[in-house]
């Protein structure tokens, strides 16, 4: 074939031409010699010398496909209505595939003619119409829009009313009049015939074909509602509803555009749950308590979809979940109580947890109910917020309980895990400060009296918290165990420098010494003591080691926590036992007698009552001494029990002190009250401090934002604070207003 531009016999050339689009359009056979010449004539129209003839060719395409698709219209009519379906969907099965190859073969004509004169595709998203008037298509847009108007415009809208009448027909259960290929193939069409467009090409589906469905299936929907509604079943009406909607769905699937889908779903959901709502929630409550996971499911599957529906059964799980933690944890008794409180709470976590994550797929405002329900819980104030709220002392004791050596019959992997979901407890606690003073005090314990199970559990506790309030909050926790190591290190030290001395103690002597702004121990009041002769060398050449290693320190010896091994010689059997400072000085008095009298002990010792009646009590309790009356006088004789007997050769005698005393709680209950308002006097500076003027409300809202990682400060103590600040002369009230604050500097 030849690309040079030749003369050309339009009329012999187009009955050439006319007679292959008869083929291609109606799918017969064309050979391919003959598709080549079509092509090649097509070519030599477009480039005719001496005037290209496409135009010409253009027109009588275009009238060509009008008498075509309006003999079709004719076929598809001739059967009657009962088959107009059947017979659209068969022309169209074909027209639409022969369009196609009518666009190929037209390739140069639609490239170097059409493409060159049509508008942009921006042009046309963002123009007033899709086309410009009198501008041409290229040919297979030209076929699907003289389909859309010599034949969809026609008949379309008794082919809807057929197709809706085959639809509901198919929700009956009824055969259908035609094939399902066929029902799909017709709606389908009126997307496909406007594919080519590149703005609303969803427009003819959805005028005449989606509008008219959707309305249909509306009135059927409100009809099924309406019967299912006379059962007053809410399960049976749900699990109907859910099985209609999953047909629907399958059914929107099947015959329709996947645009319609969610449609189809608003539409049923409107009329079958949304106008419902106050019958589903009539029971949302009675579903709730008893926990009916399948009800509740299928509630949760029907209101997800429907805006602020879900709201009312996230309330009542809220208020269920408050209810059961309430009641697991209100009535606890006995030395227990700080185990059973974390374990019921996280019994109730758990437990609820995992039903959010069955029923309601880990939904975000039900996973919201549980830790606004769980932090209610925890941080509960009884009597009606008049106690304090107990939950961080008995987290504390619960953790105090799992680290120490005493937690019997608990393998150490267990011991990991339940610290592990005390954590769970731990961030709900408001009030973290006053665990992290609890805990402090019991490890501080633990420590001085190694009682500690394991120093890796303890410090992977303290990561654990960390992690959960960051640095500053474990910071005294860490130094504690520095101090710990340090003092290993300067026993040591201790050790050399008696050896290089040739010093000898007579006894085994160790200390700890302690930072006092790392332990909690500043509160405790120096008790008076003798110290008994057989320590005093040790504890002078200590502090003669130690004040010539570090000059200026000052050692303070907090005897009340000392801890001391003795051997008892004297009965059948030898013994070693682990006693306090204060019981060690009272038996040791009793190396050169068998017996002393009360006052006699205490005026060796220089005990105060409360100390001495506290040691002598367990020291008689353990049966290590005799008393000669019940209660301890100063006139009752204590005597040595020389038919003292053990099975156990090593054995401690330290519970008098161990046990919290609840002195000691309220004394570390009015340490965090006066470190909170240190605290809120130093944000209130620093806010202050940065911003030069702020109003009261302003500030108040800062210092909440900055404290809440540690406590949740009233407003009455924040205000305290501020007045406690003016009065020291750090801040002012403007001269303008006296609800405005600004910085003294």
């Keep these: 074939m030849s690309l040079k531009p030749r003369k050309v016999d339009f009329v012999a050339t187009w009955e050439a031409i006319k007679e292959t689009i008869k083929g291609v359009i109606s799918l017969k056979h064309v050979p391919r010699s003959v598709w080549n010449d079509r092509f ?3 070519y030599a129209l ?60 037209y390739l140069y004509l639609n490239q170097q003619h059409i493409r060159t004169h049509k508008m942009s595709d921006a042009e046309i998203i963002y123009g007033s119409s899709d086309s410009s008037g009198g501008e041409q298509m290229e040919i297979g847009e030209l076929a699907l829009e003289i389909w859309q108007s010599r034949m969809i415009l026609p008949i379309g809208q008794k082919l809807v009313d057929l197709l809706l009448e085959a639809i509901d027909a198919d929700r009956a259960q009824k055969t259908l009049p035609v094939s399902i290929e066929a029902i799909r193939g017709t709606i389908l069409s009126f997307v496909e015939v406007q594919g080519y467009k590149k703005k609303a090409p969803l427009q003819l589906y959805q005028e005449l074909f989606e509008e008219l469905f959707l309305t249909a299936s509306g009135e059927h929907f409100k009809q099924d509602a309406s019967r299912l509604l006379q059962e007053r079943d809410v399960s049976l009406y749900m699990e109907k509803v859910k099985l209609k909607l999953e047909e629907e769905m399958f059914r929107a699937r099947r015959f329709l555009h996947s645009s319609s889908l969610p449609k189809v779903a608003h539409t049923c959901e409107a009329h079958m749950v949304e106008e419902h709502l106050e019958f589903i929630y009539s029971e949302c ?9 399948k009800d509740l499911s299928n509630m949760y599957d029907l209101l997800k979809s429907v805006q602020d529906a879900i709201q009312v059964p996230v309330e009542t799980v809220l208020e269920h979940i408050k209810t059961q933690g309430l009641n697991a944890i209100g009535n606890l008794q006995g030395e227990n109580i700080h185990i059973n409180f974390v374990e019921n709470l996280l019994n109730v976590h758990s437990r609820y947890k995992l039903l959010i994550q069955e029923v309601f797929k880990s939904d975000q405002n039900f996973m919201g109910a549980l830790d606004k329900a769980c932090s209610y819980v925890i941080n509960h104030r009884p009597n009606g917020g008049k106690s304090p709220c107990r939950s961080p002392e008995l987290l504390a004791k619960y953790c105090d309980t799992l680290l120490k050596k005493s937690s019997k019959g608990v393998s150490e992997f267990e011991v990991e895990e339940k610290l ?57 926790l860490h130094r504690m165990f520095t101090d710990m190591s340090v003092s290993a290190d300067l026993n040591n030290k201790f050790q050399v420098y008696l050896k290089e001395d040739n010093i000898d103690l007579g006894i085994n002597f160790s200390i700890y010494v302690l930072q006092a702004g790392a332990w909690p121990l500043g509160q405790a009041v120096v008790t008076p003591f003798a110290v008994p002769q057989q320590l005093e060398k040790s504890v002078q050449m200590f502090e003669a080691f130690y004040h010539n290693r570090f000059n200026g320190r000052k050692l303070t010896w907090l005897h009340h926590l000392c801890q001391a091994e003795l051997r008892l010689g004297y009965l059948k ?50 049966k290590l001494l005799v008393a000669d009356t019940e209660e301890l006088t100063e006139a009752t004789v204590l ?29 570390t209950l009015n340490s965090v009250e006066e470190d909170r308002k240190m605290y809120l006097q130093a944000a209130i500076v620093r806010i202050m401090k940065a911003r030069k003027v702020l109003k009261h409300n302003a500030l108040i809202q800062e210092v909440y934002a900055q404290s809440k990682t540690s406590f949740a400060p009233s407003v009455q103590l924040i205000k305290k604070c501020i007045e406690s600040l003016i009065d020291k002369q750090y801040i002012e009230r403007t001269a303008h207003s006296s609800e405005e604050y600004s910085y003294v500097a």
Excluded at 285 to 293: G, I, L, T
Excluded at 432 to 456: C, E, G, N, P
């Design 639 to 667: 005597c040595l029990n020389m038919d003292y007997s053990n099975k156990r050769t090593k054995f401690r005698i330290t519970a008098a002190v161990q046990k919290e005393s609840p002195q000691e709680v309220e004394q």
């Design 40 to 42: 090649s004539d097509v």
């Design 420 to 476: 592990s979901q005390s954590i769970i407890i731990f961030k709900y606690i408001d009030d973290k400060d006053v665990f992290q003073k609890f805990y402090s005090r019991m490890l501080a314990k633990r420590l001085i009296h190694q009682q500690t199970q394991s120093m890796d559990a303890e410090e992977t506790m303290i990561n654990r918290l960390k992690q959960a309030c960051g640095y500053e909050f474990t910071s005294k």
């Design 285 to 293: 409550m009675n579903m709730v308590q008893a926990e009916r996971k």
């Design 46 to 105: 477009c480039v005719a010398h001496p005037e290209p003839m496409a135009d010409r060719l253009y027109q009588e395409t275009k009238r060509y496909l009008i008498d075509h698709v309006t003999l079709l219209l004719q076929k598809v009519q001739n059967d009657g209505e009962e088959n107009l379906i059947k017979n659209y969907h068969h022309y169209w099965s074909h027209y639409s595939v022969g369009s196609q190859y009518l666009h190929s073969l």
């Design 573 to 622: 059997k030898s013994y070693v036992v682990t006693v306090q400072t204060f019981q060690m000085a009272i038996l040791l008095l009793f190396e050169n007698t068998n017996t002393l009298t009360c006052k006699e002990i205490r005026d060796t010792l220089q005990l105060n009552v409360e100390h001495f009646q506290r040691h002598a009590i367990s020291l008689v309790e353990s």
